[in-house]
């Protein structure tokens, strides 16, 4: 089961709405909210997941060298 998504912010004193929203962009974006939701759009088979997974870790072990 994954962990419910709740980004909030709230405006601040003197605060422009162009920074609200970078500021909400930002929360977003480090939690991931996007990707898990792109990840999950479409069922992976978990064979499929693995594979996709080793092939991301290969490539970070070549990267690191």
Known sequence: MSRPV???VVLRRH???E???KR???KVKNEKI???FRS???YEKPSDKRR???AK??????KEK
């Open 40 to 42: 999950r759009m479409y």
């Open 19 to 21: 920074r609200l929203i």
């Open 24 to 26: 909400f962009s930002k």
């Open 34 to 36: 996007i990707e898990e």
């Open 57 to 62: 870790a290969k490539i970070n072990r070549l």
């Open 52 to 54: 996709r997974e080793e």
């Open 6 to 8: 709740n980004a909030e």
């Open 15 to 17: 605060e422009s709405t």
